[in-house]
C-alpha cells in the first residue's frame, strides 16, 4: 500500500482480487470490533489485520492486531497503517494447494522434528503455562524488570506468575495453527474493575513489564491491562515501559498531578496504570507524551530523566534485565531494531550455566552473532520462535519444501547476509557504534539485591563485547560491514 487515502479504508483481498473499501464505520473503534465486525460482513473464514485508536492516533508503538488474539507488537507497524488512513486488511483465500517439491520427504522430515519437539523434557511446562512459565525463574535469577528496572528482584512475582495465572485465570489452551505445543492461554476474568473477556494471554513481556516493571502485583490488573493494549492497539511492552518511565518522573518530582490530570502514578497503583494505558491510545493530557515512547518523552522532561529512560535506539527495553545477562546487552545494543529479546535471547542459557563463567562477558559475542543469524532466517521463513529444533531440522523441512540443496552452513549464511543488509539500511541512516549502547542505568547502577545484586554492565565490558562482535562479523570498528564481508556475502556492487 503506497500513499495515504482521503478517508478511512480497508483492503479486501479475495478470490484473486484486491478492493479498497470504505471504513468509515470502523474508525475509532477497537480491534476486537473491528474484526469481528469484518468477519460478519465478509465471512468467518476471511481473516483479519487491524488497528485499533492506537494506529488511528499514530502512537509510535501502535500494534496490528491478526485475528483477535496475535499483535505485531513492536516498532509501530500500527502507525503506519494509521497513517496511511488504512483500518484494516481482511483476506479470504481461493481454494489453494500448497506444492511441495517433494511431499513425502517434507511428512517424514515433519514427523522427525515433531519427534524431538514430544521428547523436548521443557514442552509440557509450555503447554501448561506458556511463556508465563519464566516469571517465576527469570525472578529468581534477579533479571525481573521492577519498578522501572530499578531492580530485578519483585517482591510480588508469585502473584502473577505463570503458575498463579493457570490457577486463577486461564481457561483454556491455544495453538497456532497444526501446533502441538499448545503455548497460547486464553484468560477469562468474570466481573469487577478487572473484568477481563476472553484474552490471548498475557504473555511473559506482557506480565514483566505491565506487572513487576510498574509494581503491579495483581495478574488481575495485568490481564485488564494487556486486553486494553490489544483492543486499543498498543504494544504491551513499550506500553508498560513507558508508563514505568512516567511512574519514575512521577516519584522523583519531575511530573505532578497536574501532569497527570489527578492521577496518583506511582508504582503499584494498577487503576493508574489502566486509565493511562487509554490515555496514551487516544493521547489525552500526559498520555500525547508517552505515545512517543520513553526516548522523546524524556528530552521533553529533562532534569536527568533520559538516564533511566529504558530504550536503545528508541524502542523500549523488554522483560530481561541485561546487568545479569551480560549476553542480553549485547543483544540489545547490537538489535536491528533497538532493544529486542528476540533477535537473540541468551537468558537461559545464561541462567542455567550453558555459558559460563556466569556473570562474564566470555563467549557472549559469539553466542550473540550465531544466533541472530540463526533467527534471521528463522523468521525470514515465519517459522516459531519456540520449537525446541535444531538448525539442521529446519534446513531438512526448508530442503524437502522447496526443493533446494540448503546445508546447515548455506543457512547461517544467508542468516548472516540478512543481518548484514540491515546493517547497511542502518548505516544509510547513520547509525553506526554510537547508537549500540545501553541506557545509563544499566551501565553506572548496579543491581541491588537478589542472585545479581552488584552486578552492572560497565562501557569498557559492552565496549570489550563490542570489539569482539565487529570482529567477527567482519565490521570495521566503527560497525561499519566492510567491502571484504559484503564481497564474500555477494553483497558489495
Known sequence: MEGKADSPVYLWVHDGNAEILNAGDLWGKGCFETENTLKKRLGENAH???????????????????????????????????????????????????EYADPEGFREAAKKALKVIRENSFIPLRRKYGTPIWVAPVNKAALLPTRNFRTGVFEKAENISGETMRDKIVVKDGTCYNCIIQCWKYTHVESGKYKVDELAGPEYESIALLGSDCGVGSIEAVAHASMLCDDLGLDTISTGNSIAFAMECYERGLLTVEDTDGLELKFGNADAEIEMVKKIAYRKGLGNLLAEGVRRASKKIGDGSERFAMHVKGLEIPGYDPRGAFGMALAYATSDRGACHQRAWTVRAEIEGKLEPRFSTKGRAKFVKETQDERAMCFSLVLCDFAPLEVKHFVELLN??????????????????????????????????????????????????????????????????????????????????????????????
Open 400 to 493: 524437502k519444501a522447496t526443493g533446494f540443496n540448503f546445508t546447515v552452513e548455506d543457512y547461517l549464511k544467508t542468516g548472516e547476509r540478512i543481518w548484514n543488509l540491515t546493517r547497511l539500511f542502518n548505516v544509510r541512516e547513520g547509525i553506526t557504534r554510537k547508537d549500540d549502547t545501553l541506557p545509563p542505568r544499566f551501565m553506572e547502577e548496579p543491581l541491588p539485591e537478589g542472585a545479581t545484586k552488584g552486578q552492572v554492565v560497565t562501557k569498557e565490558m559492552l565496549d570489550e563485547m563490542l570489539d569482539e562482535y565487529y570482529a567477527l562479523r567482519g565490521w570495521d570498528k566503527n560497525g561499519v560491514p566492510t567491502e571484504e564481508k559484503l564481497k564474500e556475502l555477494g553483497l558489495y556492487s
Open 48 to 98: 483479519v489485520a487491524s488497528i485499533g485508536p492506537a494506529g488511528e492516533n499514530l502512537v509510535r508503538y501502535a500494534c496490528i492486531s491478526v485475528d483477535k488474539y496475535r499483535q505485531a507488537g513492536r516498532g509501530g507497524a500500527g502507525a503506519v497503517m494509521g497513517s496511511k488512513n488504512l483500518k484494516a486488511v481482511a483476506v479470504r483465500s481461493a481454494s489453494y494447494k500448497i
